[in-house]
Antibody
C-alpha cells in the first residue's frame, strides 16, 4: 500500500536550518504531487507548499517564500523540505502528503510526521 | 488568503448520538472543501472531499454538505473510534488553508 516514511525528530538552535525527508513507496512516484504541511503545538494545520514529482517545480506558500526549499530525488523516491533561519515558533510536526492531480489538492496519504524542535 | 473558521471548538456527544460540525469560509469556495480526522499522535486522515464525496474507507455514517461559505460535517451515530479532532480545508484558492478544528469528545 502507498506509504510515506519521514526522517526522525530534530532539535535545532535558532538561526539554524533543518532538512526533513519523505520516502515514498508502493506507487508510481510521478503520479502524485508531494505537499508539506506543518502543525505547531495546539495549532491548526498550515500548508507550506508543494513540489511537482517530475519537473521538481516547487510552489511555496507566501508565509514561507524565501525560507523554504522543496526538492525531490526521483532515483530514490524521496522528497525533501529544507527550512532555514529557524525560529522558536517553527517548532512543529512537519508532514509530507500526497495529492492526486486528477483532483483538487486533497491529501489522500500522509507521512507519520517529523517533530522539529527549535530551542536555544 | 481565505480564512476558515470552525465551530464549535469542542463538541461533547454521547456514543450513538449525532454530531454536527460547522465550517465557514471568508469567501465562496464553490465545492472545493475537504474534511479530515486527526487522532492524538497521528497524521490527519482524509474523510470527505468536494464537500460531500467520501474518501476511500470512510464509513457511510460520515456525510458532508453545504455550499458557498457554509459547510457541515455530520456523523450520524458516533462510534468510539470517532472521538477525535476534525479539520476542514479549502482548496479553492492558494494558499491552501485549514480551519482551527473541532474536537469531538465523549459526553
Amino acid at each position: 500500500q502507498v506509504q510515506l516514511v519521514q526522517s526522525g525528530a530534530e532539535v535545532k538552535k535558532p538561526g539554524a536550518s533543518v532538512v526533513v525527508s519523505c520516502k515514498a513507496s508502493a506507487y508510481t512516484f510521478s503520479d502524485y504531487y508531494i505537499h508539506w504541511v506543518r502543525q505547531a503545538p495546539g495549532q491548526r494545520l498550515e500548508w507550506m507548499g508543494r513540489i511537482h514529482p517530475d519537473s521538481g517545480g516547487p510552489y511555496y506558500a507566501p508565509t514561507f517564500e524565501g525560507r523554504v526549499t522543496m526538492t525531490r530525488d526521483t532515483s530514490i523516491y524521496t522528497a525533501y523540505m529544507e527550512l532555514n533561519t529557524l525560529k522558536s515558533d517553527d517548532t512543529a510536526v512537519y508532514y509530507c502528503s500526497l495529492h492526486n492531480p486528477s483532483l483538487r489538492e486533497y491529501f489522500v496519504q500522509w507521512g507519520q510526521g517529523t517533530l522539529v524542535t527549535v530551542s536555544s | 488568503e481565505i480564512q476558515m473558521m470552525q465551530s464549535p471548538v469542542t463538541l461533547s456527544v454521547s456514543p450513538g448520538e449525532r454530531a454536527t460540525l460547522s465550517c465557514r469560509a471568508s469567501e465562496s469556495l464553490s465545492s472545493h472543501l475537504a474534511w479530515y480526522q486527526q487522532k492524538p499522535g497521528q497524521a490527519p486522515r482524509l474523510l470527505i472531499y468536494d464537500v460531500s464525496t467520501r474518501a476511500t474507507d470512510t464509513p457511510a455514517r460520515f456525510s458532508g454538505s453545504g455550499s458557498g461559505t457554509e459547510f457541515t460535517l455530520t456523523i450520524s451515530s458516533l462510534q468510539s473510534e470517532d472521538f477525535a479532532l476534525y479539520y476542514c480545508q479549502q482548496t479553492h484558492r492558494w494558499p491552501l488553508t485549514f480551519g482551527g478544528g473541532t474536537k469531538v469528545e465523549i459526553k
